[in-house]
């Protein structure tokens, strides 16, 4: 597998996780407390990220950075913020 396939594998999986994870945090937040839907959004992240460098083969904080982590966080508090207010 070359690395524009395992760039591609780990931003796909943790664009889905991410939209998921905003749906669920509206759903955390409106039970309890922002800061636990927060809390729950970074374990799902490390947990993302420790399949994808599995599935991919990659290892370090580096890559994974800039193939998961910085998009799941964008696209997280942005489906967050848009099921929250769909919600309203």
Same mark, same amino acid.
């Given at each position: 597998?070359?690395?524009?396939?395992?760039?591609?594998?780990?931003?796909?999986?943790?664009?889905? %996780?991410?939209?998921?994870? *905003?749906?669920?945090?509206?759903? /955390?937040?409106? =039970?309890?407390?922002? +800061? $636990?839907?927060?809390?729950?959004?970074?374990?799902?992240?490390?947990?993302?990220?420790?399949?994808?460098?599995? %599935?991919?083969?990659?290892? *370090?904080?580096?890559?994974?950075? /800039?193939?998961? =982590?910085?998009?799941? +966080? $964008?696209?997280?508090?942005?489906?967050?913020?848009?099921?929250?207010?769909?919600?309203?």
């Amino acid at each position: 597998m070359n690395e524009l396939a395992q760039s591609r594998i780990s931003l796909g999986m943790h664009a889905v %996780v991410a939209i998921v994870m *905003g749906w669920i945090s509206v759903e /955390i937040a409106a =039970m309890s407390r922002s +800061l $636990f839907a927060i809390i729950a959004a970074l374990v799902i992240l490390y947990a993302t990220g420790f399949v994808a460098q599995k %599935v991919t083969g990659q290892k *370090g904080i580096k890559w994974w950075a /800039i193939n998961g =982590m910085i998009i799941y +966080l $964008f696209i997280w508090f942005i489906s967050w913020t848009l099921f929250f207010n769909l919600a309203l």
